[in-house]
C-alpha cells in the first residue's frame, strides 16, 4: 500500500469491531491457542503472607463462583486483566476444577510472560480491551516495586494513563518505579467474534479503570453474559479517592438486565443475568450464603 492510499484509508475513520480485517489481525497475531503441556503452576507466597492480615476482592469473587458454578462442566469464561493466570486468578478453579475454558487478556508485557509459562488451558492475548468500539493504542503506566508490599500487587496496578487515580493506586505509584509501555487494544466484541463466541458464563474485568466503558460497548442483544465480577470505581471526585458505592452504575446494570448479588467494600461487585432462570434461583436471599469476612 503506498503512503497516499494508507492516508486516504486513515481519512475514513477507525475500523469497526466487527471489520473482518481487524478479526483476520487479531487471529493471526494476537490470539495464542489454549496450551496442550502440564500446568506449571505455583503456590504464590505473596498470597500466602498478604492474605494473612488482609481480604482481597479475590476471596468475595470465588465465594460467588464457587456458589453459583459448583456444579457445570465445561463453561466458558473471559478474564481481563488475568496477571500471571494464577496470583488472585477469578478463572483458574473454574478452569482445573471444572474443564472450563475461555480467554485471558493481560496488558502488561512482564505479566503476559509469566502467563505464558503457566500453560492455562485458554486462549491467551497480550493486549488491552477499549471501551471504544474501535481498535486503538494505547500508553499504560506499570509499577515496580519499591516498598514492602507483595510484588504482584504492583504487578496489578498497571494502568492506561490518563485514566482516573485512587487513593490506592497514587500511593503505590509514589512509593514505585515507574516505566511505560504501549499495548495494542480491541473492543470485546472483537475478541469473541475473532473466537466465534456468542456466550460467556462468567466475565472478570479488572483492567484500572475502563470497566464501565467495557460493560456500554457490549451489544448485549446479540452477546450473553451470564455473570460478571467487576472491579469499579466511583467517580474520581467521589469520597476516599473513588472508593464508595456507585448506585448509578448498579442502576445501569439492572436497566441492562442484570441483578446485583452482592458487592465488597465499595469496589468489587457481582452480577447474574436476571433472566438465567438457574443463575437468578441461586442468587435469592433463601438459597445464596452473603460472603462474610474471616476475623
Not at 500511593?171 to 475478541?191: D, G, H, I, V
Request: hydrophobic share 40%.
Amino acid at each position: 500500500m503506498s503512503e497516499n492510499s494508507e492516508v486516504l484509508m486513515r481519512l475514513q475513520g477507525p475500523l469497526t469491531a466487527s471489520d473482518p480485517r481487524v478479526l483476520a489481525v487479531l487471529r493471526s497475531a494476537y490470539l495464542v491457542p489454549p496450551s496442550t503441556l502440564p500446568y506449571n503452576l505455583t503456590l504464590h507466597k505473596d498470597i500466602q503472607s498478604y492474605f494473612a492480615g488482609h481480604s482481597f476482592g479475590w476471596k468475595f469473587y470465588h465465594h460467588y463462583i464457587k456458589h453459583f458454578f459448583n456444579n457445570q462442566q465445561g463453561g466458558f469464561f473471559v478474564e481481563a486483566g488475568a496477571l500471571d493466570g494464577e496470583f488472585l486468578s477469578n478463572t483458574l478453579w473454574l478452569e482445573t476444577a471444572l474443564g472450563w475454558t475461555g480467554l485471558l487478556i493481560e496488558t502488561d508485557p512482564n505479566n503476559y510472560r509469566h502467563l505464558a509459562w503457566k500453560r492455562r488451558r485458554a486462549w491467551l492475548s497480550n493486549t488491552c480491551i477499549t471501551k471504544e468500539e474501535y481498535p486503538r493504542e494505547a500508553v499504560f503506566e506499570v509499577l515496580t516495586k519499591a516498598s514492602r508490599l507483595p510484588t504482584w500487587l504492583y504487578h496489578a496496578n498497571t494502568r492506561e494513563i490518563n485514566t482516573h487515580n485512587t487513593l490506592l493506586h497514587d500511593e503505590m505509584s509514589n512509593s514505585s518505579q515507574r516505566a511505560y509501555t504501549k499495548a495494542q487494544c480491541f473492543p470485546l466484541t472483537s475478541y469473541l467474534l475473532a473466537l466465534n463466541v456468542t456466550l460467556i458464563d462468567f466475565l472478570s474485568l479488572d483492567i484500572q479503570g475502563h470497566e464501565w466503558g467495557v460493560l456500554r460497548s457490549l451489544p448485549l442483544d446479540r452477546l450473553r453474559v451470564r455473570s460478571l465480577a467487576v472491579e469499579h470505581l466511583a467517580a474520581p471526585n467521589a469520597a476516599r479517592g473513588g472508593w464508595s458505592f456507585d448506585m448509578t452504575f448498579v442502576r445501569y446494570m439492572e436497566e441492562v438486565g442484570y441483578h446485583l448479588v452482592d458487592v465488597y467494600k465499595d469496589i468489587d461487585y457481582f452480577f447474574v443475568l436476571q433472566s438465567d432462570a438457574a443463575l437468578r434461583r441461586l442468587s435469592v436471599p433463601l438459597n445464596v450464603t452473603k460472603y462474610q469476612v474471616k476475623q
